[in-house]
């Protein structure tokens, strides 16, 4: 890989993300897109700490707002998040989700990484149980002392469509952001 190619990876990443998570909730544009300099802005760091931003409009529509971390590795072993990840703090999984955590905890939102494996088509996410991935196939962890839930990503997009977060297009269009 060339130089700084770790970093166009990721923004790409980023912005695929953006754009699933519009086109499974029918957003525009303006309530979901990546975090101006990948949360390096100085206002996102304080009020949009993740790898995405949502407009008000959108978070206020959630049930548990949500800030998500995202990461498009090619290290990564899915086998690590049952391990004792509290001891291998290189190991990339568990610097992302400690990031996610973190970022979560400055604007009391409900922690969701979001990853890939550098090549793979399928795209993962760890959620916490408030997240209520219902009839979702998902594998469970703990990680500082918290639950995680591990799952494809469209999986669990899909339970919060059909779940609670059904009618969120509708509540995001009367509001403005």
């Known amino acids: ?3 700084g ?3 166009r990876k990721g923004s790409a990443f980023e912005r695929t993300i953006a754009i699933v998570f519009r086109e499974k909730f029918n957003l525009d544009a303006k309530h979901c897109y990546r975090t101006p300099l990948s949360g390096g802005h100085f206002a996102a760091r304080r009020n949009d700490p993740g790898d995405l931003v949502f407009s008000p409009a959108f978070q206020n ?3 548990i707002p949500i800030c998500v971390e995202c990461k498009n590795q090619k290290d990564w072993k899915i086998g690590r998040f049952w391990e004792n990840l509290k001891a291998k703090r290189s190991w990339p999984e568990t610097q992302a989700l400690k990031q996610a ?3 979560a905890g400055t604007t009391h939102c409900a922690p969701v990484l979001i990853f890939k494996y ?3 088509k399928e795209i ?3 959620v916490p149980p408030e997240l209520h991935i219902a009839n979702v196939r998902a594998l ?3 990680f500082m002392g918290r639950l995680f839930f591990l799952a494809k990503l469209n999986a669990v997009l899909d339970s919060w469509i059909l779940n609670e977060w059904g009618n969120l297009h509708d509540n995001v269009k009367r509001k403005k952001p």
């Open 101 to 103: 955590i973190e970022a």
């Open 5 to 7: 190619g770790g970093k």
């Open 1 to 3: 890989m060339k130089r």
């Open 61 to 63: 529509s959630l049930p």
């Open 140 to 142: 469970r962890f703990k």
């Open 118 to 120: 550098h090549q793979d």
């Open 124 to 126: 993962w996410c760890c």
